[in-house]
Each structure stands twice: as C-alpha cells, then as structure tokens.
C-alpha cells in the first residue's frame, strides 16, 4: 500500500521583492499566470481520480514554487479555502505549503491555522551569514530560529529546507547547518544540493568565475554527512535533491551544478558504503570471503548506483571476495557483514 501522495501545485511568487542568487522564478513568473480558483479545482480533482480508492493512507494538497505566504494575504485566502474545503469532506488529509523564514509572523499564522495548514515548511537553505549574504537571501539566520518557535507554537508541523554548495559554503557550514537544524527540531527536512540554472545571478558569477560549484563527489559526501545529522536526530529527510518537475525545465534549464535524478540514491548508496566498510575495517575476518547483506528495499544502495560499491570494495580489497545478499528480516538501512 502506498502510504503518502501529495497533489502539487505550484503558485508562482509574482513580484517576489527577494533576489536570491540560485532563483529564476522572476524569470519563470513574467511567463505563468498564477492559477485561478478553477485551475486549483481542476487540478485536485484529477490528481484526485488517480488517487481515490488506491488505500493510500494520508494525501496531501501542497502549495509549492515560490513562497506561499509571500503573496497577497487575499489570494493566500482563496488558495486555502478550497483545500480547506477539500479537507473538511474527507477527499483530502493534510494542507502543506513552503515559505521564507520571514514571511511568517502571528497575522499569518492565524491565516493558516483558520483554513487548518498542517504544514509548514521553510526554505532555509542555510544557517550561515556569509551564505545568506551572498546568496542574496535577504534574511538572516536569526529569523529562522524565530520563526520556527512560532510555527511549533502554533502546533504546525515544521519542515526546514537546507542547500549544499552556495555562494560561501563549505563542508563545515554545511555541518553547521545541519546541528543548528537538529537544534530548532522540525519533524521533516529536505536537503538540496545547488544547482545552476540558466538567467540566473548564479549562472552568471558561474559564467565569470566567481562561483564555482560542489564536484559532485563533495556534493555527495556533504549531502551525506548532513543526512546522517539529521536522521540520527530522528528528523524525517522527505527528500535529498531536486525532481525535474521541482523547477521549471523550459528546454533544459540546469546548466550546472550537481544535479543528478538519483542523487538521493548516491547519498543512500555512500552511506551503506560507509556502514559496510567501518564494520569491514573493524571485524577481525581471517576468511577471505565476505557476506554484505541488507532487506531488499536497500539492496540497491548497499549495490550502489552502477553498482559503484560493488566496483569499490572489489578494487580496494583485492585479498577478499565479496557477496552481496538479501536478508528479509534485517531493518531499513541495516548494513550488516556476515
Ligand atoms: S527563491 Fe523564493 S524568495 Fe528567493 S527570489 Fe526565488 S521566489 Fe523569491
């Protein structure tokens, strides 16, 4: 049984004042009319067809692609009344929408509460200055911490949003970013690595040399580390790198960067790597031949993408043979060497 489907809808941020380095949603909203009150209708009700009697336990509308409670308090009412309306006959479960860190403040909150917003998510994106500053996010860190007490108080669930590899960024920022996440407890997190996409500032301190992004290697490896932070602090990573249908891919937009369509499978893959070595370096195995097992929904990660762990284990450890098996009754992301 699938558990979770979500209904998107993009509400462009038209006239959105911020000039964030990585956004090309100026250039993307000069071109799309926000959806009217019937494209809302329409398009919950044919995501709906898809989804009614399939037994999936929670659906969710999700307002997403610019920054939800940025736009006029009017028309944030007119969105939210029809998913309220949605939810209060039982079609859907939960409301759920992405925002700045500072478009959020008491009038707001009522706002989504009174149309019963589940939840919220921030795009952080980072807890250091520098980056913020540089990226031209146009808010400090500050504001974060604020204005997830006041969501959390409110009694929504909180989401916080980080990226990998902006403008300033490094390998600690990144750490940082991700334990100053674990501080503030949000229930879920995304982690996003920097893309480059084209009419963008970014693409243009890229084009002069300014900027230059993560290899995908470090993008991984940093990626990784910050998943590990936050999962073992039992924050729920919904999702670690952008789908094609997360920006608007108008003849390929993504010029750069370190975008992959399985980036979440690299990560996963890296860390079952990690796992399976760590255990490899500390047994005291005289056999030559090693088990590495995992269930099946993480054998593809213990694998690696093109089987890339396979290739590694095989070319640093010569002296062993490897095998890689499924264990039914071992827990999601138990890597174990038998
Ligand atoms: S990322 Fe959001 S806040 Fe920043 S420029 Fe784009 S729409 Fe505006």
Do not use: W
């Not at 939810?87 to 925002?99: A, Q, W």
């Amino acid at each position: 049984m699938k558990k979770h489907a979500i209904i998107p809808i993009f509400i462009p941020h038209i006239g959105c004042p911020n000039d964030c380095v990585f956004c090309n949603q100026k250039k993307i909203t000069a071109k799309i009319n926000p959806p009217s009150k019937e494209d809302i209708v329409d398009i919950i009700e044919r995501n709906l067809k898809t989804i009614i009697n399939r037994n999936i336990e929670t659906i969710e509308i999700a307002f997403f692609g610019g920054s939800f409670t940025g736009i006029p308090l009017d028309e944030q009412i007119s969105y939210l009344s029809i998913a309220k309306k949605y939810k209060d006959e039982g079609f859907i479960n939960k409301i759920h929408l992405s925002t700045r860190p500072d478009y959020i403040d008491d009038k707001i909150l009522t706002n989504l509460k009174e149309h019963s917003v589940d939840i919220i998510e921030l795009g952080v994106q980072s807890f250091d200055e520098d980056v913020l500053r540089l990226s031209g996010r146009g808010h400090n860190a500050q504001v974060v911490y604020s204005s997830s007490k006041l969501i959390k108080e409110y009694g929504f669930e909180l989401g916080l949003q980080l990226m990998i590899g902006l403008p300033g960024d490094s390998y600690e920022k990144d750490i940082y970013s991700a334990n100053e996440a674990v501080k503030i407890g949000p229930s879920i997190a995304r982690l996003y690595p920097t893309i480059i996409i084209y009419d963008t500032a970014l693409y243009d301190m890229y084009k002069k040399g300014s900027y230059t992004p993560l290899s995908a290697d470090e993008a991984v490896k940093n990626t990784k580390d910050m998943y590990k932070i936050l999962k073992n602090a039992g924050i729920n990573v919904i999702r670690i790198g952008l789908k094609s249908t997360d920006y608007i891919n108008e003849n390929g937009q993504v010029t750069g960067g370190t975008y992959h369509p399985a980036f979440r499978q690299l990560v996963e893959s890296e860390l079952a790597k990690e796992h399976l070595e760590n255990q490899l370096l500390k047994s005291q195995i005289n056999n030559s031949k090693i088990n590495f097992v995992s269930n099946s929904k993480c054998f593809s990660y213990m694998i690696g993408n093109n089987k890339s762990n396979k290739i590694y284990f095989k070319e640093k450890y010569p002296n062993f043979s490897f095998k890689f098996k499924v264990n039914p009754n071992l827990k999601d992301d138990e890597y174990l060497l038998l």
